[in-house]
């Protein structure tokens, strides 16, 4: 999953590693869409969308039926599943890692886990999760 910016806005797109490796859309819309993060199982992905007009975290299928619903409340940018897909963590506005709790795709009122340092910003690609 990769960002592609196509008139004036940023879409989510996937490059598959197999078949013909033709590039195809997979969120395209007037608002920014960013951050995409498949599920552990591949089955679910999540992402940063400003179609509320901020940047909240969002969750729908890769393929096959479902809706995309949104996850935050309050908004969120660099979505991470936790390895198990159990959990989305993210990055609120103030800055701190919020949390959703995720169960066969429907989801939990996000919690806050920890303030982050003054540095954080979620303008920048840097949360991460490890299984620890």
């Keep these: 999953m990769f960002d592609v ?8 797109w996937v490059l598959p590693l197999t078949g013909d490796g033709e590039p195809w859309s997979f969120v395209e819309s007037s608002f920014d869409e960013d951050d995409g993060q498949f599920s552990p ?19 729908g299928p890769f393929e096959g039926a479902g809706d995309t619903v949104q996850v935050s409340l309050e908004g969120g940018k660099q979505p991470r599943w936790r390895e198990d897909g159990r959990e989305i963590l993210c990055l609120a506005p103030d800055g701190s890692l919020m949390a959703v709790g995720m169960a066969r795709a429907r989801c939990s009122v996000p919690v806050g886990r920890f303030r982050c340092s003054r540095r954080a910003s979620i303008t920048r690609r840097q949360a991460g999760v ?3």
């Design 5 to 12: 910016h196509t008139e004036g806005q940023q879409d989510l």
């Design 41 to 59: 199982d591949g089955r679910w992905v999540a992402y940063a969308s400003n179609r509320s007009e901020r940047y909240e975290i969002y969750v």
């Design 130 to 132: 490890s299984g620890d």
